[in-house]
């Protein structure tokens, strides 16, 4: 069961942040295929938020074909995102905290690790690997 | 769509003194409205006419298409919360709830002592030895056991801490998620009110000035600052709704249209606060859908 946490200064949207989080957990592996997403009643209660704003998110992932609504069931996951194995991700998963560590070791300040890797990431996407 | 709330050229006075003039606005079904504005504007006004308590000096109100009236029938589906939320202060929980019982034919007693339990509020407590954020979700809970399709709230939140604030929308939000009721709910405090409603209505100075969907306001508008000797060179087709001017910036809320207002202004979709502050701070401006456009 995935827990949404709301970012108000965040400046996106609260249906966003819905399912951007959904997508994130996605991505992880912390949701998979056949798994249930909370109905809208379960959200509103810990969240105190607009149901709709819940129904507008799973729309939107519906939409985008990665989930399903089985009327009187609920929302179901259809597919996941990200090509890489579950395995391959935990691999590259605890590389990039070595890396992470090493660069704290270093003396870098959290602000710096990110910026190096928006960067790269940047870089690369311009080389037009990803 | 069938309209839960229609009012047209509503006026009511209080003597010579008018509380509310000109007031047309149509609420769709199944909608949280926010009706805000600054102390005074008219909203407890607006709220007892809709709740039938008081009658229109002028103007015609209807609830889901038919007249307003105060016949226990037509009340029967209506739910009305006051700002001080008078609950009857040596009365218990149960007590209350078995007095809400025999007041209102379509009382749902099952439901409203599950949530009794699940919210832990003491049922054998008499009110007044409750907290304010207690003495609030018991009023709520009373309220919506009637299972209103109209649920009218006087400042619910005024007098709550924010742990209360958030355990009492919570409780309206599922009630809303199960129900499909239409809620309007009046505050000044906007922030409370941007991740609960979709529709926003505005009063100032007794007049209605905003009613519309929430992200179509927001979408619809665009809050853009600069230097203050540009505000001279918007384009004269642009609709300013209010600007503020700090030191050499200016800040000017817009309505989204074609026009290019040029580079040297940053543009960005304005929050609910800004919107609203804007216009309530420039009480000539409106946007004002006519009732015909809203129910299509």
Not at chain 1, 72 to 99: I, N, Y
Not at chain 2, 151 to 169: F, G, K, Q
């Amino acid at each position: 069961m995935i827990h949404f946490h709301l970012d108000p200064r965040s400046g996106v949207s609260t249906y966003m942040q819905l399912v951007q989080q959904i997508k994130h957990a996605l991505r992880l592996g912390l949701l998979e295929p056949g798994d249930r997403l909370p109905t809208a009643g379960e959200v509103v209660a810990a969240l105190a938020i607009n149901p709709n704003t819940v129904l507008k998110a799973y729309r939107e992932l519906e939409r985008e074909g990665l989930v399903t609504a089985r009327p009187g069931l609920g929302t179901f996951v259809e597919r996941t995102l990200g090509d890489a194995s579950p395995v391959a991700r935990a691999r590259l998963g605890r590389q990039l905290a070595g890396w992470m560590r090493t660069a704290y070791g270093a003396g870098l300040a959290r602000e710096d690790i990110e910026a190096l890797f928006t960067a790269a990431l940047r870089e690369i996407a311009q080389e037009g690997v990803a | 769509m069938i309209n839960a709330v229609e009012a047209s050229g509503v006026g009511r006075r209080y003597g010579r003194i008018w509380a509310l003039r000109g007031c047309s606005v149509a609420l769709p079904e199944g909608q949280v409205a926010a009706l805000v504005g600054p102390n005074g504007a008219g909203k407890s006004t607006l709220l007892n006419l809709i709740a039938g308590l008081l009658r229109p000096s002028e103007g015609t109100l209807q609830r889901f298409g038919r007249p307003v009236s105060d016949r226990p029938e037509a009340l029967a589906r209506v739910g009305y919360m006051s700002q001080d939320t008078a609950l009857y202060p040596t009365f218990t929980a149960s007590e209350l709830l078995r007095m809400g019982a025999r007041l209102n034919p379509g009382w749902d007693d099952d439901w409203a002592r599950e949530r009794l339990t699940r919210l832990r509020l003491p049922a054998n407590v008499p009110a007044s030895n409750l907290s304010g954020g207690q003495r609030s979700q018991i009023a709520l809970v009373l309220a919506l056991a009637k299972r209103p399709r109209l649920l009218l709230l006087d400042e619910p939140l005024a007098s709550l801490d924010p742990l209360a604030r958030n355990d009492v929308m919570a409780l309206l939000m599922q009630a809303v998620a199960e129900t499909g009721m239409t809620v309007v709910l009046s505050s000044h405090i906007i922030s409370d009110l941007v991740e609960t409603c979709d529709w926003l209505v505005a009063i100032n100075q007794g007049r209605v000035q905003v009613s519309g969907n929430i992200d179509e306001l927001l979408d619809s508008h665009k809050l853009i600052t600069g230097p203050r000797e540009a505000v001279d060179t918007l384009p004269p087709r642009v609709s300013i709704v209010a600007q503020t001017i700090t030191g050499r910036q200016a800040s000017v809320l817009l309505r989204s249209g074609e026009h290019p207002i040029g580079p040297v202004w940053t543009v960005h979709r304005p929050t609910l606060d800004e919107l609203v502050l804007n216009y309530l701070r420039q009480p000539e401006a409106s946007v004002l859908p006519g009732p015909v456009a809203v129910a299509g």
